[in-house]
């Protein structure tokens, strides 16, 4: 018999969404889609109207990752997992070499493997927990990691590896779960693309990339590549991030995008602009982080999974409980009190608590939700 336990309104979170993805949409974004986009929504996005509206995130993200001169902000449909088959067929050359670490960062590196004009893709592996950033590798024309590793709540340093300049290789990191959340010098890498439905808080469907120019200049090289005969490689045009650029320096997307996604991504980044930009929001999910690991620190019961504290990620903070507590009670007892989406990533199958503390959750609500957690563990 599982027991009920009801939290008392005093103790619950103002707002009590902890997902990792999709992740809290703030009340303001939902609003938007009221205001701002009661003459959007359902109109054309190839008019002036909605254009004006991709020009406003692009540039919005422009400031808000302070991009260096010749980057820019590239959209499409499709999410994160569309950029990854999308730089198979539009990045690397023929080799690429990725860190493996969880779920996420798999997946990247098995879409290369699949990719039958590419070489088999080199993988360094890590246990999930940790990280581990690709090595300098011969004939590598792109090094590839996940910045957030969101199945483990690992953070990895995102810098070039050292030699990959010297070989043309191309930096390309996934930062889906880590973009607006962690610390990020974008000038380390060549492409930081992410999907909007977590530290953005928006829905899902859209892919955004910073693009350095070295992968602007791939993207096009390797297009042309495709053209020749005999060519080995096959860009659907779906997958061509020469398309993609071109759409985006028209405010466009390649195919009609999402314009609610749209509206409370433009939202959300004025919000955060507004605020401090990258600064304010990477100290807010700091502060965030903080407050789980140290309560999980002081618990009898519950500890941070990731040991090593630099690797600790402040995007999503993973606690593992002890085994005579079982978790997925205590995750179905705070759903039972409309706390939801603290659970561990399935495939991980851990004893284990998973927070999503992206900007737009409060830091008081994360400080709430360590004592609804208490509250039920100690009644369970
Ligand atoms: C969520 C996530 C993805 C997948 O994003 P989609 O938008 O669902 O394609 C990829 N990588 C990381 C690190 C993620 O957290």
């Given at each position: 018999m599982v027991k009920t336990v009801t939290i008392p309104e005093s103790l619950r979170p103002s707002d009590a969404r902890f997902g990792s993805g999709p992740s809290k949409i703030r009340s303001e974004q939902i609003r938007a889609l009221d205001e701002a986009g009661g003459a959007l929504l359902g109109t054309s996005h190839r008019q002036p109207p909605v254009r004006k509206l991709v020009a406003s995130i692009r540039e919005g993200l422009g400031d808000f990752f302070s991009l260096p001169a010749g980057y820019e902000i590239v959209l499409g449909n499709g999410g994160a997992s569309a950029f990854w088959d999308l730089a198979c067929a539009s990045l690397i050359g023929r080799r690429a070499a990725f860190g493996s670490y969880g779920s996420f960062s798999a997946k990247f590196a098995q879409s290369a493997a699949l990719a039958p004009f590419l070489d088999d893709p080199v993988i360094y592996e890590a246990e999930p927990g940790s990280y581990r950033i690709p090595e300098y590798t011969e004939h590598a024309d792109a090094y590839c990691w996940a910045q957030n590793e969101t199945s483990t709540g690992v953070a990895a340093p995102v810098r070039r590896v050292e030699g990959s300049s010297e070989q043309e290789a191309l930096t390309l990191i996934d930062a889906t779960s880590g973009a607006g959340a962690l610390p990020v010098?974008?000038?380390?890498?060549?492409a930081y693309y992410f999907s909007p439905q977590k530290a953005f808080g928006s829905d899902g469907g859209l892919w955004v990339a910073v693009l350095s120019p070295a992968a602007i200049e791939r993207a096009y090289s390797l297009a042309d590549a495709a053209k020749q005969t005999g060519s080995p490689r096959w860009i659907p045009p779906f997958l061509s991030l020469r398309s993609a650029i071109e759409n985006s320096r028209k405010d466009q997307t390649l195919n009609t995008p999402a314009i609610a996604t749209l509206i409370m991504l433009a939202e959300q980044i004025g919000w955060l602009n507004g605020n401090g930009g990258l600064a304010w929001s990477t100290a807010r999910c700091a502060r965030s982080a903080g407050t789980l690991y140290q309560w999980a620190q002081a618990s009898d019961y519950a500890a941070p999974f990731v040991s090593d504290l630099q690797t600790r990620s402040n995007a999503v903070v993973t606690i593992d409980l002890d085994d005579a507590i079982d978790a997925k009670q205590v995750i179905a007892t705070l759903r039972g009190n409309g706390i939801v989406d603290t659970a561990g990533y399935r495939k991980l199958g851990r004893n284990q608590l998973r927070i999503g503390v992206f900007p737009s959750v409060e830091p008081d609500d994360v400080e709430a939700l360590t004592h609804c957690i208490d509250y039920v563990v100690e009644r369970l």
């Open positions: 010098d974008v000038s380390q890498c060549d």
